[in-house]
């Protein structure tokens, strides 16, 4: 793997400062797996950047540009991690989007994280974070730039601790998901659930894959409002986006939770998605 | 005025892609008035910028330094706007701040934006934005880079409507302040008041030279809920930040309001401060 970066499709690792994802966060971002030169779901990222230019009125890139520039950064890659951030462009001082701006492209390739294939195999344990999530019917849903709330999450431990990933809480207390993941519930009465997003948090791709499997399936997972009190006592509880795939949680606070079945297929119907190493 | 910027003090417009400005919005801002080679108010930027870095665990530069930068881009100039923005610097793919980051400082020197006198003497019409202010009290008062919902406000109108000014309101139909100003009430019992900004907003430098200003003076200005009844019934209303002054609002929707006394005693208290045209 190598450390590369473009922007608007030229190598560089620069932005002017004028750029407006730098001055108020006015952009969206995607992050993808390459795998063997593939990218995994790759329709499902640009249709929720579409659907982010859309609802913030950035002029989107062409999808058959994105896919592209996309596609040759993965190329000839093992195993790679992509950032794509797409911002208005640069422009203006003040708040308003310039009516001519042109959008700026990002593409940044990482290395692949390791994570521990235990994460996958007996799971993981969780944190609540005591940082919430604010409502904002405009933004929910979008991987967009303003990504203090979950800095601080993110920021309230560290790899000392014991906890591989945080839960976060929305203001008024219901789960909506964790710092880089969706949250997917068999609750005690067997019904199968995640978190509705419409009021805050991000609608992953790992989560559309797995929400559109389960229906072809026939035993769809249902969107509701979900609470801690149900949370703490589920039968199965995972985590999931389309980098990690699936890590079931093993434990949250003084709650455990077995890796049953379900957890099981849903791992199966990632990995036929080509993520996840378990 | 010679537009100009710096990077860590060194002349320079771009920042790499890999600050965590652009990836999350992670670090703040100020935007100060500089008129002959002054910043009024200069000390109450820096402290917010401070309790912002403290807030959000950023390694704070030092006041002495950013003072002599803040004054330097200053020197020699009639009137111009300078932005400081502070990022946690540069560092990791994920939201977890890196431990040993070091803080990234944009200054950034642009002309004056001459907005006509009648603003500020007969008063602005102001628009009630659609875009509402979602709560987080972590992040609330601080004038960070994750600005969307202004940016979505200020996009509801062009120039060429007849507001000058929207007025944002949070989830439950509070008045919390204007996309780039806070708003300052006497209502029709007399008292006057300014929102209380616990779980958004951002808590002003005018706002709080105005607010310790009428203590001095006997008249203090309460910080509390603040409806769109009791505003639609007030008396005087206005607007202010640290570049304009204060702008009396004479038109909200079909309310139209005076110009009263205490709308220009607070001008001349600002004008005090050296700051407003009027």
Redesign the interface.
């Known amino acids: 793997m190598t450390e590369a970066?473009w922007?608007n499709g030229i190598p560089q690792?620069?932005?002017?400062?004028?750029?407006?994802?730098?001055?108020?966060?006015?952009g969206l971002?995607e992050t993808l797996p390459a795998k063997h030169g593939q990218i995994p779901l790759l329709a499902y990222h640009l249709d929720r950047l579409h659907t982010g230019c859309e609802r913030?009125?950035i002029n989107a890139p062409s999808r058959e540009k994105l896919q592209s520039e996309l596609l040759s950064a993965a190329c000839g890659e093992h195993h790679a991690?992509l950032?794509l951030?797409i911002?208005?462009g640069t422009g203006g001082?003040?708040?308003?989007?310039p009516?001519d701006s042109e959008t700026t492209r990002?593409l940044?390739r990482?290395p692949w994280?390791d994570h521990p294939p235990a994460w996958s195999e007996v799971g993981i344990q969780l944190r609540v974070c005591s940082?919430?999530?604010?409502?904002?019917?405009?933004?929910a849903g979008l991987k967009?730039?303003?990504?203090?709330?979950?800095?601080?999450?993110?920021?309230e431990w560290?790899e000392r601790d014991p906890w591989q990933e945080g839960l976060m809480l929305d203001?008024e207390g219901a789960v909506i998901e964790g710092?880089?993941t969706n949250v997917f519930v068999r609750l005690v009465d067997d019904r199968r659930v995640t978190p509705e997003l419409s009021r805050?948090g991000v609608a992953g791709v790992m989560r559309r894959h797995l929400l559109e499997r389960s229906i072809e399936a026939g035993e769809p997972v249902h969107k509701t409002h979900l609470s801690m009190k149900e949370l703490q006592g589920a039968r199965e509880v995972f985590m999931c986006n389309s980098l990690i795939g699936i890590w079931p949680v093993r434990r949250l606070a003084d709650q455990e939770y077995a890796v049953g079945d379900w957890t099981r297929r849903m791992q199966h119907w990632a990995r036929e998605a080509g993520i996840g190493t378990h």
Not at 93 to 97: A, V
């Open positions: 970066c922007v690792d620069q932005v002017p400062v004028s750029d407006r994802g730098l001055q108020y966060g006015d971002f913030l009125a991690i950032k951030l911002t208005r001082r003040g708040y308003r989007p009516p990002v940044i990482h994280p940082t919430r999530l604010g409502h904002n019917s405009r933004l967009h730039l303003n990504r203090l709330e979950q800095v601080l999450a993110r920021a560290s203001e710092t880089m805050c």
